[in-house]
């Protein structure tokens, strides 16, 4: 079985066993702002924690290679078509917002600059956001 197909089963009979956990009150769910969270007495609630933690580790180990598999077949086939070399350039450009400071990269100036304007008006609507929520 793949690796991906695991870790999704693990992550849903984990799940799942949370919810018949939570219908036999073994447990207690809520919300805390938009963050989920389980309360319970019982030793027997850490198996569907672990079966979920498991399940994302396998998910995580399963994208390299996924990657790699998919990376063997496209090189498989660019050795067929040796002759035939055709040089594509790629660009990329964007930003991570950690908190509010933003973190750009790119290789291409053009994408850079989109990068810091969409950077800046992202930080402009979170500061409305903020000071209208202050305001008395």
Do not use: C, W
């Amino acid at each position: 079985m793949n690796i991906r197909y695991t870790g999704i089963l693990l992550i849903l009979s984990g799940a799942l066993i949370l919810i018949v956990m939570a219908f036999d009150r073994l447990v207690k769910a809520g919300l805390f702002l938009f963050i989920p969270f389980i309360l319970s007495s019982s030793p027997l609630a850490i198996i569907p924690f672990m079966l979920i933690f498991f399940g994302m580790i396998l998910l995580f180990i399963s994208i390299p290679e996924e990657l790699n598999k998919k990376y063997r077949e496209t090189n498989e086939q660019d050795q067929d078509y040796d002759s035939e070399k055709t040089h594509k350039e790629s660009h990329m450009g964007g930003f991570l917002m950690i908190g509010p400071i933003p973190i750009i990269f790119g290789n291409d100036k053009r994408l850079i600059y989109i990068s810091i304007l969409a950077a800046i008006i992202l930080i402009a609507i979170y500061l409305l956001i903020i000071f209208h929520l202050l305001e008395p």
